[in-house]
């Protein structure tokens, strides 16, 4: 098959899949599957879990990656948005692939797409899984995006899926209640496979589709819970002794719910995927995800980095704060997309938050600052700066702020990355090629 020589750059690629389909979100998996079947990618050569749900998709495959790394395997990961860079998306043994194996990847599913036309994520998707396979990774770790049933990734069937959460995002495109939301997010269960269900509260329409589909449904709370204690948690198995595990050493108190989630993940998979108790707790020890609950301090500057974007993310954040020692004042910095339940993000920030740094995300989704600083405005917040961009709003904040304050960035991917990259904290890329 002839590769492609669309573009010699990725920004040039990336510039050109933000456009080329007619519709940014586009649900459906027809397409995917063409494309799929046209590289010979079905069924994939590795194993593959499936993640999904509404937070901390991010977290559980970093947390699988480190596991499954820890315990000798070869690992494929994808995720999604980025940070920083688009190749963050595509990752084996913890490394970014580069930009020349992203235009590799590219080319070859330009040359052999045909007429097909696939949105950005789905490009990422394709390109994802094609790299697994010319890795020869033994397992893949794919995020699923906003959806599940209809999502790309749904694309291959998952020899396990771990659902980590439901809650109220995206209800333009999923449903305007938890049960709608579940039922979409339940489309990558598959029959006589592991399904790992890490919400305490689960709605109906996600235990039902466990139960039609014919998976394996192991609950949280039924089959398996934990129980954090310091730096450690315990977990608990239905009809096996708990066991004592390290915590995560980030994202906060959220990721002992995460790691117990995947800590029963891996126990699902154990006959194909065998993993020993002392890679089980390095992988756990070692994990880490920047933009969750990151904590830095910075000319006696407390600096608090969170990519919470929905209430229930915006509600464990303030969970998390209230846990730490006051401190003389908090300024925020706030970036979002203009879909999500900003009321909801905001308030619960407004009574402790002295001064608000807002500014608009790289996206044409993104709410305006004018429509921030009003909508502040009416929840009683104090002090309101506007500015052009995140970068500007971060590095107003840091003039601002003195020793002993704290500064709160929050709201998005698209708020986080460029924030710390504005305050020199850019990651360096670790690549494979």
Same mark, same amino acid.
């Not at 649900?27 to 046209?38: K, T």
């Not at 906060?252 to 989630?261: D, E, K, L, S, Y």
């Given at each position: 098959m002839a590769e492609s020589t669309r573009f010699a750059t990725l920004d040039e690629w990336l510039a050109w !899949? =933000?456009?080329?389909?007619?519709?940014? /979100?586009?649900?459906?998996?027809? @397409?995917?599957?063409? #494309? !799929?079947?046209?590289?010979?990618?079905?069924?994939?050569?590795?194993? #593959? /879990?499936?993640?999904?749900g509404t937070n901390g998709k991010g977290s559980c495959v970093a947390l699988l990656e480190s596991i499954y790394l820890a315990a000798g395997y070869s690992v494929g990961a994808f995720t999604s948005p980025h940070l920083w860079r688009f190749n963050e998306r595509l990752r084996r043994d913890g490394a970014e692939a580069s930009d020349a194996e992203l235009l590799e990847l590219f080319r070859i599913i330009d040359a052999g797409r045909g007429a097909v036309s696939l949105t950005y994520f789905e490009w990422s998707a394709v390109a994802a899984i094609l790299f697994c396979a010319r890795e020869r990774v033994d397992v893949a770790l794919l995020e699923v995006g906003m959806g599940g049933r209809l999502d790309a990734v749904n694309a291959i069937d998952a020899d396990a899926a771990l659902i980590v959460s439901i809650d109220l995002d995206h209800r333009e495109w999923l449903g305007e209640d938890r049960d709608s939301i579940g039922r979409e997010k339940a489309g990558i269960v598959r029959g006589g496979r592991p399904v790992i269900v890490g919400d305490a509260n689960p709605p109906a329409s996600l235990l039902s589709a466990i139960r039609t589909s014919g998976a394996n449904g192991i !609950?949280?709370?039924?089959?398996?819970?934990?129980?954090?204690?310091?730096? @450690?948690? =315990?977990?608990?198995?239905? $009809?096996?002794?708990?066991v004592p595990l390290p915590l995560p050493?980030? $994202? $906060?108190? /959220?990721? %002992? %719910?995460?790691?117990? %989630?995947?800590?029963?993940?891996?126990?699902?998979?154990e006959a194909e995927l065998p993993v020993t108790q002392e890679a089980l707790a390095e992988g756990l020890r070692r994990a880490s995800a920047p933009g969750r609950w990151q904590r830095l301090t910075i000319d006696g500057v407390e600096w608090i980095f969170d990519v919470a974007h929905n209430p229930a993310a915006a509600a464990c954040l303030r969970r998390e704060l209230d846990g730490l020692p006051r401190r003389q004042r908090t300024v925020a910095v706030f970036a979002a997309m203009r879909d999500k339940e900003l009321a909801c993000l905001l308030e619960p920030f407004t009574a402790e938050v002295e001064r608000w740094f807002v500014a608009p995300v790289d996206s044409d989704r993104s709410a305006t600052p004018q429509g921030l600083r009003d909508l502040l405005r009416s929840l009683g917040a104090r002090s309101i700066e506007i500015h052009g961009d995140i970068a500007a709003a971060t590095l107003a904040a840091r003039a601002c702020a003195e020793p002993g304050d704290r500064v709160l960035v929050f709201g998005s991917f698209y708020t986080v990355g460029p924030a710390t990259a504005a305050l020199g904290l850019y990651c360096e890329a670790r690549s494979v090629g």
């Open positions: !899949l =933000e456009t080329q389909h007619p519709k940014k /979100i586009d649900f459906g998996l027809d @397409r995917v599957r063409a #494309v !799929l079947d046209s590289l010979d990618l079905k069924p994939p050569p590795y194993r #593959v /879990i499936a993640v999904g !609950l949280r709370g039924r089959d398996f819970d934990y129980l954090a204690d310091g730096g @450690r948690f =315990e977990l608990a198995r239905k $009809g096996m002794p708990a050493g980030f $994202g $906060g108190a /959220i990721q %002992a %719910a995460n790691a117990a %989630a995947c800590a029963v993940t891996v126990d699902a998979l």
